[in-house]
T-cell receptor
Framework: GAVVSQHPSRVICKSGTSVKIECRSL??????MFWYRQFPKQSLMLMAT?????????EQGVEKDKFLINHASLTLSTLTVTSAHPEDSSFYIC???????????FGPGTRLLVL | KQEVTQIPAALSVPEGENLVLNCSFT??????LQWFRQDPGKGLTSLLL?????REQTSGRLNASLDKSSGRSTLYIAASQPGDSATYLC??????????FGSGTRLLVRP
């Protein structure tokens, strides 16, 4: 299977600050990446679809001005949580979509704690 | 719109039992279906990927079946072990390649 990395794996920040999470596809070019959020004891919920060279597509209820997504290269998508608040504390997981296989490969996740 | 449901939500079995986890999906026009394992506080581990043209996939003690016509998939775990304790997630794509996840089955295998 393909390898997708995320950085950082864990981050603790103060309320009101911004946090950037990186998602890298290490062994294939990914024009499409996805960002998910998982709250404790819940399943993964899709936040947005990240498209290389164009604007991200957000799911209903996800604030695009709060969760900024940039997909500037074929191997990197970033999610920036702006003005983070305690309720943004969650597990954020990205995936890279491999066309031809029509399969998503998942990163290991980033645990965000906002104090 | 694709919806994925998993039952049971939780399962506790003694070691050695064979068990079946169920997944149902509403939109049968899928090109594949995936089963994942998630340990507490960890990311996803892909277990099995079944293509729409396949009826089942096997990996070690795991066997996943897919019946598109009925909108169902099952994950069969043979001779369960305490190390199998985890949450098992089923995911099916919608028409735009987004993955829709079920709420998971939390499995506990007692020694």
């Amino acid at each position: 299977g393909a390898v997708v990395s995320q950085h950082p794996s864990r981050v603790i920040c103060k309320s009101g600050t911004s946090v950037k999470i990186e998602c890298r596809s290490l062994d294939f070019q990914a024009t499409t990446m996805f960002w998910y959020r998982q709250f404790p004891k819940q399943s993964l919920m899709l936040m947005a679809t990240s498209n290389e060279g164009s604007k991200a597509t957000y799911e209903q209820g996800v604030e695009k001005d709060k969760f900024l997504i940039n997909h500037a290269s074929l191997t990197l998508s970033t999610l920036t949580v702006t003005s983070a608040h305690p309720e943004d504390s969650s597990f954020y997981i990205c995936s890279a979509f491999r066309w031809g296989q029509e399969t998503q490969y998942f990163g290991p996740g980033t645990r965000l704690l906002v104090l | 719109k694709q919806e994925v449901t998993q039952i049971p939500a939780a399962l506790s079995v003694p070691e050695g039992e064979n068990l079946v986890l169920n997944c149902s999906f509403t939109d049968s026009a899928i090109y594949n279906l995936q089963w994942f394992r998630q340990d507490p506080g960890k990311g996803l581990t892909s277990l099995l990927l079944i293509q729409s043209s396949q009826r089942e996939q096997t990996s070690g003690r795991l066997n996943a079946s897919l019946d598109k016509s009925s909108g169902r998939s099952t994950l069969y775990i043979a001779a369960s072990q305490p190390g199998d304790s985890a949450t098992y997630l089923c995911a099916a794509p919608d028409s735009s390649y987004k993955l829709i996840f079920g709420s998971g089955t939390r499995l506990l295998v007692r020694p």
